[in-house]
């Protein structure tokens, strides 16, 4: 994993941003490999973050997971919540397993079918099907906050009734989650 700090591009204050480089997907679009290079960021372990959080806690107003797929290390997931500062994730909610423990989740919206899904993620039918169901039981929950690159993917999100203030468009080669 890798850390930022302090970064405010993301508009959350000063955030500690963890970058985590394994993820589950493969988007056909997908920058962040290209991106995180670019970014020349300093790679920690578990030991070496939690020594810089305990040195700069008090500078430091949440935590930033995304990557990569930031679920898909649940040892770092336990210790950022253990910390008590505000946990924010950005995610493809693939993997994505009690939203209530996170400030804030943003989610990547992948696609409005199974088909567009698979087409744009190279995943498998199941967990296309998956990724939907999972999209529409996260509609109702008040810190989830979806990201969409276009006005088909508003449009089905914000036929599950998200509020519109929950729907975030965003440029598609954009990587953090």
Same mark, same amino acid.
């Given at each position: %994993? /890798?850390? +930022?700090?302090? =970064? *405010? ?14 993820? *589950? %997907?493969?988007?056909? =679009?997908? +920058?962040?490999?290209?991106?995180? $290079? ?38 770092? !997931? ?9 946990? &924010?994730? /950005? ?6 397993? *009690? #939203? ?6 943003? !989610? =990547? ?8 899904? !698979? ?16 999209? $529409? ?10 990201? #969409?690159?276009?006005?088909?993917? /508003? $449009?089905?999100? *914000? ?7 929950? &729907? !975030? ?9």
């Amino acid at each position: %994993m /890798y850390i +930022d700090f302090p =970064d *405010n591009s993301f508009n959350e204050g000063n955030s500690l941003v963890v970058y985590v480089d394994k993820c *589950n %997907m493969k988007c056909k =679009d997908c +920058d962040y490999k290209t991106s995180l $290079k670019q970014k020349k960021l300093r790679k920690v372990n578990l030991d070496e973050l939690d020594k810089y959080i305990k040195d700069n806690y008090k500078f430091i107003d949440n935590i930033i997971l995304c990557g990569g797929e930031p679920t898909l290390n649940q040892k770092l !997931i336990d210790y950022v919540i253990n910390t008590k500062l505000k946990c &924010i994730i /950005y995610t493809n909610s693939l993997n994505l397993f *009690n #939203v209530n423990k996170f400030y804030k989740v943003y !989610i =990547d919206v992948k696609g409005s079918t199974e088909e567009e899904i !698979i087409e744009y993620t190279g995943i498998n039918k199941h967990y296309a099907h998956e990724l939907i169901n999972m999209y $529409k039981s996260l509609s109702k929950e008040n810190n989830v906050y979806f990201r #969409v690159y276009d006005d088909k993917l /508003y $449009k089905f999100i *914000n036929s599950l009734n998200v509020e519109y203030d929950r &729907i !975030i468009k965003y440029d598609k080669v954009y990587f953090g989650g």
